[in-house]
């Protein structure tokens, strides 16, 4: 059988193609972020162009420099489709994720047991979603940046209740204690400074209360996802803490219709 290799479908457009280029534009995100004494367990990322929301999604891969990087890692992607509508989750079933930075392996092997162990949920192994799906895309080259060795689980969500993602969660992160989930979102869309800031607080209290409740005035694309982790880290007894957040007003200066972007941790009390 061949080897499927998912190459990059917004290099060029949401990052540099160019592979010295985006190291340099990934180091100096990471340089000018803060490193929290938290262990992520999970984070949540922004997934816009780096040039708006690089240096929020760069607080939440600072975080990884808390894990050991001798140890191997797998990465539990988790994003909304974009692009394509369907209804059910989509596992990424390829053998190599491809960015300018070089290839990254997926763990097919997990994706086999848990779809095995889990008929009753609404999967597809089917790669359409994923092939020009940004909102993980953008995720992989900052992991690259921060760990030496991880492979990763791509997983795509379409119409789904929130409660089958945090089944992926659990059946996964609880296989294995090296499994680190990253939720990708963006928050509100378009509005006016102030009015998004006054939106996405919602989303920010939801995560630092771990109540679900108050997502339901928060407008995050990937709402789902979080929506998932929330539930899940409380049922775990963790913690969640907004570690950034601001709006394309401040990097693009134009605050008439901005999008909102937020790096959230989710983590064990020491």
């Given at each position: 059988m061949a080897?499927?290799?998912?190459?990059?479908?917004?290099?060029d457009m949401f990052?540099?193609?160019?592979?010295?280029?985006?190291?340099?534009?990934l180091k100096r995100f990471l340089d000018q972020a803060i490193l929290y004494p938290y262990r992520p367990e999970a984070v949540a990322s922004p997934h816009a162009?780096?040039?708006?929301?690089?240096?929020?999604?760069?607080?939440?891969?600072?975080q990884f420099l808390n894990l050991d990087i001798k140890r191997h890692y797998d990465i539990l992607l988790i994003g909304p489709s974009h692009y394509v509508p369907f209804e059910g989750i989509s596992f990424g079933y390829y053998d190599y994720w491809l960015t300018p930075l070089g290839e990254v392996k997926v763990n097919k092997a997990e994706i086999e047991r848990f779809v095995l162990n889990n008929k009753d949920l609404p999967i597809t192994l089917n790669t359409v979603p994923h092939m020009k799906e940004h909102s993980l895309e953008v995720q992989v080259p900052f992991l690259q940046m921060v760990l030496e060795d991880f492979s990763i689980i791509p997983v795509v969500y379409g119409q789904i209740h929130y409660s089958a993602v945090e089944r992926v969660i659990s059946g996964i992160k609880d296989n294995n204690e090296d499994v680190i989930v990253?939720?990708?979102?963006?928050?509100?869309?378009?509005?006016?400074?102030?009015?998004?800031?006054?939106?996405?607080?919602?989303c920010n209290m939801a995560v630092e209360n771990l109540e679900l409740s108050l997502l339901d005035k928060c407008e995050a694309c990937g709402k789902t996802g979080l929506a998932a982790m929330i539930d899940f880290a409380r049922k775990k007894g963790w913690k969640g803490k907004v570690l950034d957040y601001r709006t394309s007003g401040d990097t693009s200066g134009d605050r008439s219709a901005v999008v909102g972007y937020a790096s959230y941790i989710f983590y064990r009390e020491k």
């Open positions: 080897i499927q290799v998912r190459e990059p479908a917004v290099s990052y540099p193609a160019d592979p010295v280029e985006l190291r340099s534009m162009g780096y040039i708006y929301s690089g240096p929020v999604a760069a607080t939440s891969y600072k990253v939720i990708s979102t963006d928050l509100s869309h378009y509005y006016p400074d102030n009015i998004a800031r006054e939106i996405d607080i919602n």
